[in-house]
Structures are given as C-alpha cells and as structure tokens.
C-alpha cells in the first residue's frame, strides 16, 4: 500500500478533494505525484508558505519555489554549502533556502492510507452541504435521559414520518420543520467519554438534562466535565417541569456555578424547560438543537466517500456481523466496501432504525450495515474504499497492526509477570469474545474489578464475534486465556487452540466466569505466612564458652520455645537481633521444645552479646487460609 497523501477517495465528478495533514493543518492540492504546474506553485505560495513532504533535490525545490535551480546553488555557497542542482537536501538546507527565498516552510507528515483515522479530509469548500448536528443526551440517573429520548423518538411517529416500530441501532434520527437530527441513543457520559477516548468524536451537541426537582447531582456535574473536556456546546434541558416541586431556578443557580451561566444573566448556555413525560417544551428543544447546530456550522461533503464512526456492533445469528455506523462525511452505499475497525466488508444492506432498507446514507447518518466480515469494536473508525482489492489489503495490514501493537503490550505484561516471580504483581492476561459489544464490555469491566491481593485481570482484547484463530494466536503470543460468553468455538479454532496450548474458557453466566477466575486467581498466589508467636524466654544468667559462644540460660515465661523456631532477642523492649537457635538444650540433652515454666540453655546462631534479663522470643510462620 505505501503512503498516499494524495489518495483522493473521490468519487468521479468529485475534483477537489484533500486530505490535509492534522499537524500543519495544510492543504495538500490533489495531484497525482507528477510535478506540479506554475498554478500550483502559486497556489502554495501565495501564503508565503512552502508546502512540502519529503526530501527535495535543487531542481525540485527549485521548482516549487518558483526559482532557478542556480540560484539557489549560489545562495547555499554563500552559506559554504556546495551542493550541484541533483544534490538531495534536507529539511534544514530547504527550509535555509525558502526563507532566503522569503517562504517559511511547513513539512507534511506522509499519512499511510491504513491509518486512515488519521487523516483529516479537507473538502473543497463548494463541495461542502450543510449536515444534521449529532446530539448527545447526558445527565444524571433517572433525570429523564431515556424518556427523553423515546419521547422525541415517538413523536416523528405521531408526526407521520413513519408509522412503524423501531428497532434500536444506537442512534436514531428525527426531523423538525425539515432538517434533521440525529440522536445517539446510549445516554449517559460512559458511552460517551469510552468513544471519545477511543479517538472517536461525533457529538456535536450535548443536552445536559437535570430534573426540576432533584436539581444538580454527581453525575450530572460529571456530565459537564465531559462535555466541557470534548469542548462540544451544551444545552441545558430542565426536565420534569411538571412536577409540583419542580424548581427551574435552582437548576439554573447550579448549574451556573458549574460555569453554564445562562443568557439571561449574560452567559451563553441555552436553559430549556421541559417535561419529557408529558411531552411539553420538546418542539422548543429540538428547534433549539437546530439553532445551536446552525451556529456551528456543520457541514459535510455527500459526494465523496463515507468515513465515520462505528456506533455499535453486534453478531447477529442470522444475518452475521451488524454494525451501526455514524456516516460523517461522504454518502455510504450499497456495495460500497469498507474498512471498520479492522474488518473488511462489502455494504450488502443498509437499514435505518425503522428497519427500513436504503440504498444510500449521507452524512451524519446512523445507518445499520450488513455484509461485514467480522465485528468492529464500537467508535472504531470506517471508510469506504472505491476498490475492494485496497480494502481488503487496508484491513489486513490495520489487523496486523493491531496484533503487532498487542503483542507489544504483550511482552510488557510478559515482564510484569516476571516480576510476578519475585514476589511483586502478577497479572492474568485475557481475551474476550462475546455475543455482543455490550456483553463484551461488561464481562471486560467485571474482570477487571476482580481484584485478589497482588493480582489483576489485563484484558488484552475484548469483542464481539465468534472466537477466531487469530484470537488463539493472539492468546498464544500474549500468554492470555481466551473467555468466550455466549459465544462457542469452531472445531478449527478448538484445534488451534490444543495445538497451541490456549485454554478456551466458555460460559454463559458472568458470575460463574467471575467465580472461576477468582479461584484461579487465588490459586496463583504464593501462600500468605502469618508471623505466631510461640513462647518467650527470659535470660537469667550467660555463659561463654570457649570458642563455641555464649549460652543464654533461660526460663521459659509463655508458651514454648522450639528447636527449629526463629527467634528475636528483645532489650528493654526493643529488637536487637533476630536469627535462629543454633542449641536447645534441657541440661546436657539437646532437646525439640521446652514449655513454660521450664529452665532450659540456649544459643542464638552467630550472635553473642546476649546479656541476662534479656527476653528471647520464638515464633513461626503459619500459612493463612485466603478468603
Ligand atoms: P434516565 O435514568 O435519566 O434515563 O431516566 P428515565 O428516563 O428512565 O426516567 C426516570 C424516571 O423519571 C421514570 O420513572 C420516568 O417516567 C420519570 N420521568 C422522566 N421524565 C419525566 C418528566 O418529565 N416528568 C415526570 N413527572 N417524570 C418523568
């Protein structure tokens, strides 16, 4: 594939469009690698900027400044630089001569088409359409977020957009006077802030609903955060105004020391009343959607493309791998092929949430899509390719990368549990495979909470999707457990997987996979000693003896001393010395233990300054049963 800046994914009557580079920001005109025309170096000039990507021979960037290539040849003599018009420069000769030449410089970063999310397409500006905004509703639990959203759902029903029963695909559209607005349709800032840090922005506006007469709580404070941090307006929806103890004031008050002043106290934050139960104010909060959206100014190129965002993902059991993509930019079509995540697909259905089939999505429209090979992982990224042999090489090469970067993570977890060996952190690496995205996510949160002493669960992987030979590999590399949940192996992949020596775990209840980890994961710990005391001695009188050393002659005040015990010497209350007996002797025997109320002689291994009235305490250590 190599790298492409000028990969044009256009469509055929599309001239203009650009990727441009997320660093610089510049546009890249698209030409096809051939040397450019003295239009083009206008064009890139103009701004007194020269655009470049790589290194440049004399000749070519004499030719993008719009110099003789002698001319620049002086000027770097004049530097004691000898270069000859075929001389290959480096960023540091061509950006000394462009600003000889009064250019300042601005070097593109090569993006590789596999990493395609990077890339930030730049339409031409004639090429752009206004967009629908995409509407996120956060707030607290039980403030109202997903009555809400059926309220807004149901009532383009009862508008007679379409009689029908909806399916939910993650997000929903709605119009109003005409334009549309598409909903996501996870509330809550968890699905919001995991996409976001996924790389994946496709909230354009945040409703924020606080009900009337709770006021403001925790989550609605971390609504805001969130919001804020993605830096998307926020507009306020004041819910259950109905409500007897419905108290707007306050709300507006709290959240106003959030930062989200009002207009009518000189802030910019739109406040809306509303009852999502009753369904009052709804027609005044969807017109203000499209009063902020319109400030915002969205916009999209329809005729390129599509590139977007994967909502959710699933495996259906008859229809295969489902995705939900947030087309936004470009129009998806029926056999359009794509990129997802790191899955190759070929768009055999496209159907909105009243399960009606399409033959085309524009933008900001959530589309379910069928003919996928695999799952995608929701806030993937997806683009459209023109050609299905690109695709498919697209797809490998962002799986191998994938697998690459694991294994990466890998060998650092290998270290870790090297570690492990020395006493400190063990981790169990694992892979999941589940049913669906949402089962997947919870199985991972799960594991990942279970917590015994020093060791962890690493979820090295979790998806949706039948368990693949590739999962096995990954494991194998990765020294991971495979869990699937309601998910089964093939008898491929179960051989795969007794070849390499995977342990494929199956289950179809959480708690019992809960339950079978957390024994494994006691049972991997080293055994926990517990320190018991056995008895305590007093010195009454020393003996030295000889080259031998000194013998404690000791009556035993509690317990029993032991042979074999280790023992501490305590003066005045303080430890000076801890090590073992080395003799226990009852008169002249060598004896095993010697009980309370016994006089007995003792001596401590390499340590003589034992004085009398000195207090020798025996102990053990017990092994502890865990919990
Ligand atoms: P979520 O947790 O934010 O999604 O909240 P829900 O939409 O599930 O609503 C929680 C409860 O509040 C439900 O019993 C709703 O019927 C009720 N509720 C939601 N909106 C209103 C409203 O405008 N007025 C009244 N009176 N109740 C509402």
Redesign the pocket.
Known sequence: MGTNKNYSNKKPNNKSQHFQNKKKGSLISNVNNHKMNKQDIKNKLNDGVLVYSGPLTVTELSEKLGVSAVDIVRSLFLEKIMVNVNTTLNDDYIELVALKFGYEVQKEKIVALENFEEMEINDDPTMLVERPPVVTIM??????????LDAIRKSRVVAGEFGGITQHIGAYQTTVKGNKITFIDT?GHEAFTEMRARGAKITDIVII?V?ADDGVKPQTIEAVNHAKAAHVPIIVAV?????PAANYDRVVQQMSDLGLMPEEWGGSTIYRK?????GTGLDELLETILLVAEMENLKANPNRYALGTIVEAKLDKQRGPIATFLVQNGTLRIGDCVVAGTCFGKVRQLRDDFGRQLSEAGPSSPIEVSGLQDVPTAGDKFMAFENEKMAREIAAKRKEAKILSERKVTSANTLESFIATSGEHQEINVIIRADVQGSAEAVKNALEKLKVEDVSVNVIASYAGAITESDVLLAKTSNAIIYGFNVRPDSIVRRKALEEGVDIRLHNIIYNLLEEMTAAMKGMLKPIYKEVVTGQAEVRQTFKVGKVGVIAGCYVTLGVIKSNATVRLIRAGIVVYEGKLSSLKRFKDDVKEVKEGFECGMMIDGYNDIKELDIIEGYEMQEVERK
Do not use: E, F, R, W
């Open positions: 707030g607290h639990v039980d403030h109202g977020k997903t009555t809400l509330p609903v009900a819910n259950k105004m109905d409500k509303i009852s999502a139960k009753v």
